[in-house]
């Protein structure tokens, strides 16, 4: 996102008005030492440290929509790009999106019977703009 490779570490180590806003949203700062293989013929492993997805979420949302930080805003829409195409084929092959369900769920704090009622609104709308679809995913489910 543009920082220096020891931001992170002394980001979360000292206070400043960021980290409390992000701590606040449930960010830890926790770090967890990997193993990283090396490439090709060479031999051994690299450490690394890494984040939890959820942090590196919560980091990057910030760094996005805060900050207004141009990498970080790039590299959201990437994933962004990558998740919708996702969601977007599992839909259309009668794949559950319960998983995304579960995503809306702990970013947006929506009460279940909330979920479940835009579901099934973005189903029906699905419906309504290609009508095919319902068919040809009933025929997916139910084979015969």
Not at 23 to 33: A, C, I, M, N
Not at 87 to 107: M, Q, T
């Amino acid at each position: 996102m543009g920082y220096s490779k020891q931001w992170f570490g002394t980001f979360t180590k000292r206070g400043s008005k960021r980290l409390e806003l992000l701590q606040q949203d449930g960010f830890t700062g926790s770090q967890v030492e990997v193993t990283v293989p090396r490439e090709g013929t060479k031999s051994g492993a690299s450490i690394a440290k890494t984040i939890s997805v959820r942090d590196f979420n919560k980091l990057l949302a910030y760094e996005a929509l805060k900050q207004k930080n141009v990498k970080a805003i790039i590299l959201l829409i990437a994933l962004s790009e990558a998740g919708l195409e996702r969601v977007v084929n599992d839909a259309f092959n009668g794949v559950s999106l319960d998983w995304f369900g579960e995503k809306i769920v702990h970013y947006s704090k929506w009460t279940f019977e909330e979920l479940e009622q835009v579901l099934q609104y973005n189903r029906e709308e699905v419906q309504i703009l290609y009508p095919w679809s319902g068919r040809e995913l009933s025929k997916r489910r139910h084979p015969g």
